[in-house]
T-cell receptor, first 112, second 116 residues
Framework: RKEVEQDPGPFNVPEGATVAFNCTYS??????FFWYRQDCRKEPKLLMS?????NEDGRFTAQLNRASQYISLLIRDSKLSDSATYLC?????????????WGLGTSLAVNP | GAVVSQHPSWVICKSGTSVKIECRSL??????MFWYRQFPKQSLMLMAT?????????EQGVEKDKFLINHASLTLSTLTVTSAHPEDSSFYIC????????????FGPGTRLTVT
């Protein structure tokens, strides 16, 4: 089982749609959780951290379910500029150190 | 604030040659820098973690003699791909953190390496 799993998509949605991405992680000792956005041939950029109580940033809402080891990202009122790959990232202990473990990413295309 | 640069942004080299990639934190001192590699349609894979003034810690499966990492100052880390082969062609991304938390990483723009 992969340490961080995501549905690779692609998700093709019209402008204004609501879209949800899911992610599961295997290590129950994971401490921190993030959603990053990566545009084609660019570096990843932090979209938002994910907190146990759930958190919202404008049109973006992130949820964490520790019992199910499940993270979600909801995007409301999709814009063309939201087209990108969304990476689920988990801060996990590997050996003696903590490190970020990256999901494969979910590709989103928002169409006019 | 928290800007990380990488140089070069892209490079094409011949098989068997070595390539050096620089990663700089421009407006903060980076206690720790990370080097990642990303193949097309794959996730970012951590190659190594480097702390200023000490040897880098390599992830399992990453050859330390092939991927030489030097973190000589708090603002500069270099990755040298030695005796490059076509299978080393990838997107190499560095990140830096001002503290010890791996959660606070600032990413460079990446270097696209093509080995012919």
């Amino acid at each position: 089982r992969k340490e961080v799993e995501q549905d690779p998509g692609p998700f093709n949605v019209p402008e204004g749609a609501t879209v949800a991405f899911n992610c599961t992680y295997s290590n129950s000792a994971s401490q921190s959780f993030f959603w990053y956005r990566q545009d084609c041939r660019k570096e990843p950029k932090l979209l938002m951290s994910v907190y146990s109580s759930g958190n919202e940033d404008g049109r973006f809402t992130a949820q964490l379910n520790r019992a199910s080891q499940y993270i979600s990202l909801l995007i409301r009122d999709s814009k063309l500029s939201d087209s990108a790959t969304y990476l689920c990232v988990v801060n996990m202990k590997g050996g003696n150190n903590r490190k970020l473990i990256w999901g494969l990413g979910t590709s989103l295309a928002v169409n006019p | 604030g928290a800007v990380v640069s990488q140089h070069p942004s892209w490079v094409i080299c011949k098989s068997g040659t070595s390539v050096k990639i620089e990663c700089r934190s421009l407006d903060f001192q980076a206690t720790t820098m990370f080097w990642y590699r990303q193949f097309p349609k794959q996730s970012l894979m951590l190659m190594a973690t480097s702390n200023e003034g000490s040897k880098a810690t390599y992830e399992q499966g990453v050859e330390k003699d092939k991927f030489l990492i030097n973190h000589a100052s708090l603002t500069l880390s270099t990755l040298t791909v030695t005796s490059a082969h076509p299978e080393d062609s990838s997107f190499y991304i560095c990140s830096a953190t001002p503290g010890t938390s791996v959660s606070e990483q600032y990413f460079g723009p990446g270097t696209r390496l093509t080995v012919t």
